[in-house]
């Protein structure tokens, strides 16, 4: 099956022109734009191919025996999507917006290096100059700077615990930490300091109860961190990343930002916890319980930007997929081609884009992943033209090098 001919149904008259100096239907507009771009970063790889599952395909489940999602319908089935792809049943939460055509994804997207590497990878998307280790700025901070308009500190905002790459360069930026702490040891962890607390609070006609309750939720957070403690190589893709668990308040915050503060237009936020070489589970187990976080997260930020919502685009990227085929340890190994998932109130939603041959042995990149059919970069660009009206010559400055093959398909716009 050659997922390519569904791009037709978009029309021959709404893809992209080739050229270096064609990148739209309609020329941008000169002026500042008040348009908002939020990007969240997985890094340590997550499984597109159980994110957007090729259900219809039969080769997915005689690759993926043990982790693959069952057919819609079916126990522990993937959400219908298209009648051949299906998202997984932790995303539950996101299919109001596929239903309203606010939710798209690009598949056997990503990066055109080869690298394996989480922290090359990681670089090379954060830096959108693949294979060039040189490069001084990310392309968020070259973008905040060819936007038209007045710079502010705040018009760049990262959220995390350090600044990440993708923000780093010339243009000013704003980093702010992760609300979420529960998952980190507190002073009351200390046996001695435990003890004196326990004393004041425990027969306390008024805080006693509220004391208790309080610390056993937060002990029952750290005794599932310690059962389900990730190895040293994922800490290290990660990059000091926190796990989800965390990212609907961090979104709920975001949300809030934005709407009290509309110098605010660029935001960034990392995720870590993807690195699912072991124990991956298929509709339930570790990648399950990474994503519901993140698809509840990603709800909330849409529901609390509220109108502000219909003039932003969220795009959410990693640094490369996973094999195909599950591992001996019921898990995935680092891969090539992902998916990009794209909502927004202006999305051209309801519809997974991108140049699909399926998951056949011949079909897979080195007989092991997917392709990189999609360079990442035209997706990004698209958005930056189509969405925050960019002009060709800036286009360049942000997305230097960028690759002569275009995307087939306009995921943006009117």
Do not use: C
Not at 215 to 221: G, I, K, M, S, T
Not at 258 to 272: C, E, S, T, W, Y
Not at 398 to 414: C, D, E, H, N, T
Request: proline letters at 7%; zero cysteines.
């Amino acid at each position: 099956m050659r997922r390519r001919h569904f791009l037709n149904a978009l029309g021959a008259g709404l893809l992209l022109p080739a050229g270096r100096g064609a990148w739209a239907v309609s020329a941008p507009a000169a002026g500042p734009t008040n348009k908002k771009l939020i990007v969240v970063m997985l890094r340590g790889a997550v499984d597109g191919l159980n994110v957007v599952a090729p259900v219809g395909d039969g080769n997915y489940l005689r690759l993926r025996p043990t982790i693959g999602l069952a057919a819609p319908g079916m126990a522990g089935g993937a959400l219908d999507l298209d009648g051949y792809f299906g998202l997984h049943p932790a995303l539950a939460g996101l299919q109001p917006l596929w239903a309203a055509r606010k939710l798209a994804f690009v598949h056997a997207s990503g990066s055109p290096d080869a690298t394996r590497s989480h922290f090359d990878a990681q670089d090379y998307m954060e830096s959108a100059t693949p294979g060039r280790k040189n490069t001084p700025d990310g392309w968020m901070n070259r973008l905040v700077a060819a936007l038209p308009g007045p710079q502010s500190p705040s018009r760049l905002l990262g959220i995390g615990p350090v600044l990440p790459r993708i923000l780093s360069g010339h243009a000013a930026a704003v980093n702010l930490p992760n609300v979420a702490a529960a998952a980190r040891a507190d002073l009351l962890d200390r046996p001695a300091v435990k003890a004196a607390f326990d004393e004041l609070y425990a027969n306390h006609p008024r805080f006693g109860r509220a004391y208790a309750e309080g610390r056993n939720a937060h002990r029952e957070v750290m005794d599932a961190l310690e059962q389900n403690q990730m190895s040293r190589e994922m800490q290290a893709a990660d990059r000091g990343a926190p796990l989800p668990n965390g990212f609907p308040d961090d979104a709920a915050r975001l949300a809030g930002l934005m709407r009290n503060d509309p110098k605010i237009q660029l935001a960034f936020v990392a995720l870590g916890g993807w690195d699912t070489h072991a124990n991956q589970g298929a509709a339930t187990g570790q990648l399950a319980n990474r994503l519901a976080p993140l698809g509840q997260g990603l709800a909330v930020l849409a529901e609390r930007l509220g109108p502000l919502f219909d003039d932003t685009v969220v795009v959410v990227m990693s640094e490369f997929g996973r094999t195909a085929r599950e591992n001996g340890n019921g898990g995935t190994d680092h891969g090539h081609g992902n998916v990009m998932w794209v909502m927004g109130g202006k999305v051209r939603g309801g519809k997974v884009y991108g140049d699909w041959d399926g998951v056949g042995d011949t079909k897979l990149n080195e007989g092991r992943d997917l392709p990189v059919t999609t360079d990442f970069r035209s997706v990004l660009a698209q958005i930056s033209e189509e969405h925050l009206m960019l002009g060709d010559k800036r286009l360049e400055q942000v997305f230097p090098a960028m690759p002569q093959k275009r995307a087939g398909f306009r995921i943006v716009g009117a």
